[in-house]
């Protein structure tokens, strides 16, 4: 059986020794974001600690995609300013292109669809960034992404090509791209929600491992599971503002809101 799934019968260590929220790694000032009339993020405001693990929740059209791509400036947000370990961002003020990119390298994105290069090996898929973007030896490159596949539970699939991998294969190896880059911070898109239960069990897994090793990770998911149980944190939003964020068991055992009550008891009941 692999390490990885070994991982999802080791309960994670409960965070009450991750970094209090007081330091901000991360922070989003009164970020608001529109597409040309449409206003899609109002007002959104959000602080995390290095070492935190925060899902967001909510229902579909929320926001909660555009919000991670405003942290990354994939997006650029319309108004309001994002700060990450002492880089600031203002909304209309972008920054030079050398200092994005430098940003961008800080912050792994993993996104539902997996967009790994058809015509090239995982092994290549992984150390491609390594090589274009670090600047790493092709040999050095190969070292670490095979380090990486190891701790995705992939080592023996090097040699394949991505469409003879399963969808969670594919999934753990693009997180193994992402993880390549050296990333402070982690953003999850719904990283599961393209696969099979069971398949999207291994991908969890490895994101519990990544968790408990202490990656700052924000994760948008529809597994509540997740959300409860690995992150510190659950942020719920609704018609792109957050509504009610706190202590992921406390937001998902006891919500306040009406509509986070509402929306919780509509995925259960699913
Ligand atoms: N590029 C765009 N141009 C115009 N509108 C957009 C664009 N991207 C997103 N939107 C709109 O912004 C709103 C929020 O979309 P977003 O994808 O962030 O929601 P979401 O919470 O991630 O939803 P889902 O759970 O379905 O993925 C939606 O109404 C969407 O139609
Ligand atoms: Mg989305």
């Known amino acids: 059986m692999s390490s ?37 993020l109002h007002d959104v405001s959000f602080e995390m600690a290095k070492g ?21 400036q994939l997006e650029p947000p319309t108004k309001g ?15 030079p292109k050398a200092q994005l990119l430098k940003l961008r390298r800080r912050i792994g994105m993993v996104f539902q669809s997996f967009n790994l290069f058809p015509h090239l090996t995982v092994l290549q898929n992984v150390s491609l960034a390594q090589v274009r973007t670090l600047g790493r030896s092709r040999q050095e490159a190969d070292a670490r992404s095979l380090q990486l596949l190891d701790r995705v539970g992939l080592a023996d699939k090097a040699g394949h090509y991505p469409a003879r991998c399963s969808g969670g294969q594919q999934q753990r190896i ?8 050296e990333p402070e911070l982690m953003l999850f898109d719904e ?9 999207g069990l291994e991908v ?14 924000i994760v948008v998911t ?10 510190d944190r659950v942020v719920v ?34």
């Open 52 to 72: 935190e693990v925060v899902a967001i929740i909510g229902p579909s059209g929320s926001g909660k995609s555009t919000l991670l791509r405003c942290i990354n």
């Open 191 to 199: 990283p599961t929600s393209a696969l099979d239960p069971e398949l």
């Open 4 to 40: 990885t799934l070994t991982v999802l019968k080791t309960p994670p260590e409960r965070p009450s020794s991750r970094p209090s929220a007081a330091i901000p790694f991360l922070k989003l000032e009164a970020i608001q974001k529109q597409f040309g009339p449409y206003s899609v």
């Open 204 to 217: 969890l897994a490895v994101m519990k491992e990544l968790a408990r090793e202490g990656m700052s990770m």
């Open 174 to 181: 693009a997180i193994a791209r992402a993880l390549a880059l």
């Open 81 to 95: 300013r994002v700060s990450m370990d002492g880089v600031q961002i203002e909304a209309g003020r972008p920054l």
């Open 222 to 231: 529809h597994e509540m599971n997740f959300a409860e149980t690995v992150s």
């Open 237 to 270: 939003m609704a018609e792109g503002r957050i509504i009610e964020q706190g202590p992921s068991v406390e937001v998902m055992r006891h919500p306040r809101h009406e509509r986070v009550i509402k929306f919780l008891q509509a995925v259960r009941d699913r």
